[in-house]
């Protein structure tokens, strides 16, 4: 026996057959065992206790701890963790973020690697950010400014169409008081602007401020309140100086896939901050539509700025519309319009101090509780423990890796204290606005069809003309353009059990009903529409009447406009 153990041995040591062979096979499924056991052991639940803790350990087990790989290479990969995510641009992909742990760092410090991507990023804080700060400033291809008279780069406001920069200008004036004078004191600054480019003259502020406070007679309270308003914005040339001047043109610098960050001290003053929040939202909604190429937007504390619901909502439905990603860094998700959240693709949340806000990322990140964002939760964890939730990707725990940051000596930027003004009484009535869903309520995330669906379809740019024999022509929302099958002649696609037209899906999906022998008609006239609105269940004689109602209609339309 001792012999042939030793020969045993002697052949596992030189490696020979048969021995070797064995050996390899018995420590290959030793070691199969081992980790089947170890993984039992680890998924097994601390402790058993009530029926409703026995349901958290169940969801914390279902909770996907080893990471996730998109199947191919994702165009704009945004890595959290042990998570990969395709975030390109246009793929309306929303990403859900929420951050446990402690506090410190967490938040900003997660999507630092989106300031590694080959595009451009711009970021609007309204807050110090230093993780963002540092990322920017150890970049090449960083340019940060701030609301500082010593920033040096000066934030060019009054570059491009007029009309738009005339907006920029009114921008964030609604909230300190004046806010039904705003329309008014647009058109004197859009046309003060005209006449500068017309007359050849540098356009300035100063000047646009001095055509705003010229009094037009007849008009006393318009004057007052355009006269109240050139004052403040000179006040902000005097206070930030030559950080608004020329030099930085944002939709440049995007296009050459840049770091753009703009940086706003709010404590700057009371006053200055809310204007200067509105003229930056404006700013940056102009750059979504003026742009043109791939980038991501960055909303550094959005919490402070959904005070600026006129020009926050805008902004996420333009950047929604022209396929930018916006990503929301804020402790106040839950207290955002949905203008916002529909229109958003990254959503970073900090949820465990507030009830509403841990609820509200709960059930973002389903099946979790709210109960799994306390700071309890997380014992010995530091900082950059995330939860994350995407089309593709069930929810995940990630540790989010410490980022090793170019530390630079922060200036002194603080300006002395000043008194707040009183409280304001007259803000303006909000409008009502067209939401733009990222994802419509049609979409059900849990169901792959659905979301393999989605991801074909792109909205078109523009409102849509609509025609109804009833009544006749309206506006409505862009079409939702499949972009599937290209060849064929209609919009088809696979579902279990064979293949599908994809507009009558969708309006299923939406709740629509198809009597028998109905056909759907395309009241927009883009048989590649799959827009549920779009679509009416007719009979197909009825269909057919429609189609040459419609060409009649059209040229009509033409004949009249051409007239
Ligand atoms: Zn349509």
Redesign the pocket.
Known sequence: MMTEIRQFFLAVWLWNPPYGQYALIALAVSLILAWLYVDHVMSRPAARGTAESEKANEIKRSINVRGHKPRRKPMVPFTLGNVTIDLQPGVKDILHTAIGGTSRLGKSTSVIPLYDLPIGVLTIALDDSDPIRDKVRSLADGIEWQSSPNSATGLDLLRGDPLICSEVLVGGFGLVGTGRWQRRARMRVLSALEAMDKHGHQRSIEAVAKALATPIPGESEANKACADWADRLQHLVRTLGPALGPGLDVAESLRQGKKVLLRMNRFLSPMDAPMLGGMLLVHARAIAVEAGVPFILVIEEAGQMANFQEEISPLTQAAGARRVSVVIITQNLSKLPKEVTNNTSVWVSFAQEDEAEMKFAAQKLRPLLAEHFRREEFPNEGRGIAYVRAPGVPTSLVRIARQRLLHTEDEDISVPHCQPEPEVENLPTPVDLKVLPAVPGWVDLENPVHIRAWKKLKYDVGP?LLWHPVTGFTEGEP??VWTGTPGANRPKMSVPGGTATVYRETFVWAGGVIPEKYELD?L?G?GW?C?PE?MEPVTKAENLARQSGREKALKARAVEAAA
């Open positions: 849509s079409c939702l395309h927009c883009n529409c827009l779009h």
